[in-house]
């Protein structure tokens, strides 16, 4: 099968490219899940830490625990480092060791690759459903180590001799909130018929693409996937041509062009320099004792009101199984903002990247957009200092918008966290002056890092949002 | 500069297939170097651990540690996994968090690059001096925190202004004895003299390649450097070709080509698969606390002769600046054996590697030689299991070995720990059944994964001994 098939890269283009869809326009998409949002509701109420059920402060430490031990954990940190804005401050974060699959199963319809997506509840988003991917699965799921059945399309992706892998990357979570977290992004394509149960549609990549203009509609976990899934062609293939981008570019040139502001080997080498430069310290102190907080029985908040919120949440669904649970989430301060600068060099499209150091990242530096004001120290509205380039991104005139919708991040752990993401083109991009850690990147080479790991999520999140045409 | 330049893999090649060098041929640094080993000498002496001067066990743990608390510490770690033949076990390990400089200084002579190497001493080397790159330094070394002399010809490394960057990777040492310790691998240009100090000579690529078919001549440092020399060329260059290798194939092709038995996605996804399938736990207990290893006066070592001895030894130098210090050291407790499987596979070159778990490596698993038993539980001669494919390499009749020296590790840390390195041809290697953790590679593949921090120092080490003509 591998051999007579077009490249990956250009299959995926094809999807991105297109609406047509036999089974449903994307009118009707919208319209299934605002109508499964109707008639399916989480019933969310913030409730006190003293209510939590099965959830307490561990002894010793504070930190917010499970009873059985698994799930995951709040613990209380120390970070410091070098680099950014702050040299030490604690927080929260979320410690959540497992590797959790996030899945996305595809299957070619009249030539054309689909998705097969859920309308998906949870209790953190702003309006209850979003479309996600088919499975969302922790090991302990899989493993069916806990109680419970397992979900549904799962062997898809844990029995592969009917399905064969598309993509298959470690992606990290926000290293803003959670300590060294990274779930499995596949991508399975299967060329039998697939039951679509209830709850599920198949939808080409540009409608879910086309769905991302739209405020808050995709989960995360569906945008880092389609992050992965790479534009870019092998080495030696024909190179394809797409349309014509809002950038005035052929977006797939860029994509694929070996011509860079920065060679990889010298992008290598800004990232190796930085890692090399910057030190990163955590400690694990507890909850009880981070400083620079306030607990009061209903929430952890930072005295300033910048990073986020830790609250608590009881959930019961109004479905036919009642289901009820409570948890502690995430909540924000404000809405945030997370966004590239943009620029065209020789023709190519590049984008400005900044490298950060994220508390619970895995590496001393991440690779991040040009603009991270997001659960971190920065607030967007507030005075006082900004990161570089924000009022550049935050002040864009209109016209130079390319792309901007307020997105939410995963709803199972962060409650109506809402981010700006932004696409701001600048003429001449490259005149500008850059601090040490930000370099302006091709699509390329901003796809390579992320095959590789290397991508924040809220990068990630921000390319899966590129408008292609 | 960059723009009129051939690719930087293609210069490599030129260098890596001459040893044309007007300064002295191939067997005068050969005699230099004995001459220089004869000439300079390090009295080592074993002492027992009461004799170690700055150097005592930590209270509480035992742990070995230095009184300025710098340099690096032995410690006892427990270690658990569920790949692999062991379980469970403790052993010590050196925890140095330190970011090293590993650096070499290249410059074009007649048209071919030509690398500054020096004669070297460390007191682990089996005959004191190895040819080393130019600089070794530790981030102390390199920030002056403690005293001594800065390094010659570290400021190429950190002033760009007379430089210019070929490599530059943060790349892992030997998780089987180290904590989670890399060092940066980095090769500069410069188009400068460069002042060519006492125990320093230019040589070509190809020089140190044919010293590496010498026993214990080349340090482990200089060959992880090399083996981030990539031959591989970028996206769209012109396909150059070298001479027929020992392999009766294009080398260079091996290095190019997009031929591979598994494509590049479904590598990336048998390692993804890995590093969510196994897992590996470390816990630090302490040097006094770990079981199935005796400590006397003199050594620790494991009850059945297995992994590897701590020992502690006073070196002194006999040149005109008297030098006097002691250390601990890694002492292993017989040769080796780390080897590559190759086999053509559609006349493109493959590596047979394995995917290890590691006690000191980044990630759960970690991509390694075909046979790595070294340091580690596996005794080579001993009776017992072995690892897959062992007895493959072990008998090889003699016209299959492409390549086999004995080399030796780090002599900083490592007491003339010698390794056999070796490379066997095997016909129609793709017929081996595999397990799970093993897979065929091209070596454009395997520098790829290379690039990315992903293989190990004995699976770099290797592929920067393997023949190329």
């Given at each position: 099968?591998t ?28 319209a299934?899940?605002h ?21 307490s402060s561990?002894?010793g ?9 698994k799930f995951?954990?709040?613990e ?9 804005p702050l ?6 974060i979320i410690?959540?060791p497992?590797i959790g699959?996030?899945?996305i199963?595809?299957r070619?319809f ?15 988003n ?7 991917n088919?499975v ?8 069916q180590?806990?109680q419970?059945?397992?979900?549904p ?7 592969r ?25 596949i991508v ?23 769905l991302?203009?739209?405020p808050n ?5 569906t ?7 790479s534009?870019c062609q ?6 394809a ?9 052929d ?5 694929n ?6 060679s ?6 800004w ?6 430069r910057?030190?990163?310290?955590l400690?694990h ?29 009881d959930v019961?669904?109004?479905s036919?199984e009642?289901?009820?649970?409570s948890q502690?989430?995430i909540?924000?301060v ?9 620029t065209?060099i ?18 001393t530096?991440?690779?991040g ?5 997001a659960?971190?120290y ?19 005139a209109?016209?130079?918008?390319r792309?901007?919708?307020?997105q939410?991040?995963?709803?199972g752990r962060?409650?109506?966290v ?5 696409v ?6 490259y005149?500008l002056?850059l ?6 990147v091709?699509?390329h ?6 095959r590789y790991?290397?991508?924040?999520v ?5 390319l899966?949002?590129?408008p292609?045409?």
């Amino acid at each position: 099968m591998t051999e007579t098939m077009p490249p990956t890269g250009l299959r995926f283009l094809k999807s991105a490219l297109t609406e047509d869809n036999a089974f449903q326009t994307t009118e009707e998409a919208v319209a299934w899940l605002h109508a499964t949002g109707k008639e399916r509701k989480l019933l969310v109420n913030q409730i006190p830490f003293s209510e939590l059920g099965e959830w307490s402060s561990a002894e010793g430490s504070g930190d917010l625990v499970h009873k059985s031990g698994k799930f995951f954990r709040i613990e209380g940190i120390r970070a410091s480092t070098d680099l950014g804005p702050l040299p030490e401050w604690d927080q929260p974060i979320i410690n959540q060791p497992e590797i959790g699959i996030l899945g996305i199963i595809a299957r070619e319809f009249d030539g054309v690759l689909h998705l097969l997506m859920k309308a998906n509840m949870e209790p953190g988003n702003p309006f209850g459903v979003q479309l996600a991917n088919a499975v969302q699965a922790t090991r302990s799921n899989y493993t069916q180590v806990h109680q419970g059945a397992r979900p549904p399309y799962l062997e898809y992706f844990l029995e592969r001799n009917h399905s064969r892998v598309l993509v298959d990357q470690l992606q990290w979570e926000q290293g803003s909130a959670f300590l060294r977290k990274r779930n499995r992004n596949i991508v399975v394509e299967v060329t039998e018929d697939v039951p679509v149960l209830d709850g599920f549609r198949w939808m080409t990549l540009g409608q879910v693409k086309k769905l991302l203009t739209y405020p808050n509609l995709v989960s995360m976990d569906t945008r880092t996937v389609i992050a992965c899934m790479s534009l870019c062609q092998p080495r030696g293939a024909d190179q394809a041509s797409a349309s014509l981008s809002p950038f005035g570019v052929d977006i797939l040139a860029s994509f694929n062009s070996t011509h860079a502001m920065l060679s990889d080997d010298h992008l290598g080498s800004w990232l190796t320099d930085l890692k090399c430069r910057h030190q990163l310290t955590l400690q694990h102190i507890g909850l009880d004792r981070i400083t620079g907080w306030d607990r009061d029985g209903h929430q952890i908040s930072e005295q300033n009101g910048r990073f986020f919120r830790v609250i608590a949440v009881d959930v019961q669904s109004d479905s036919r199984e009642v289901v009820h649970w409570s948890q502690p989430l995430i909540a924000s301060v404000e809405e945030g903002l997370i966004a590239f600068l943009a620029t065209k060099i020789d023709d190519v499209l590049h984008v400005l990247v900044q490298a950060r150091v994220e508390p619970g990242s895995a590496d001393t530096v991440t690779v991040g957009p040009t603009i991270q004001c997001a659960l971190g120290y920065h607030s967007r509205s507030g005075g006082g200092e900004h990161a570089p380039f924000f009022d550049l991104v935050q002040d864009a005139a209109p016209e130079t918008i390319r792309y901007s919708a307020v997105q939410s991040e995963e709803g199972g752990r962060f409650y109506r966290v809402e981010n700006e993401y932004r696409v701001v083109e600048i003429e001449n991009g490259y005149e500008l002056s850059l601090p040490p850690n930000y370099t302006w990147v091709t699509l390329h080479q901003l796809q390579e890092l992320l095959r590789y790991g290397l991508v924040s999520v809220e990068a990630r999140s921000l390319l899966s949002c590129l408008p292609l045409t």
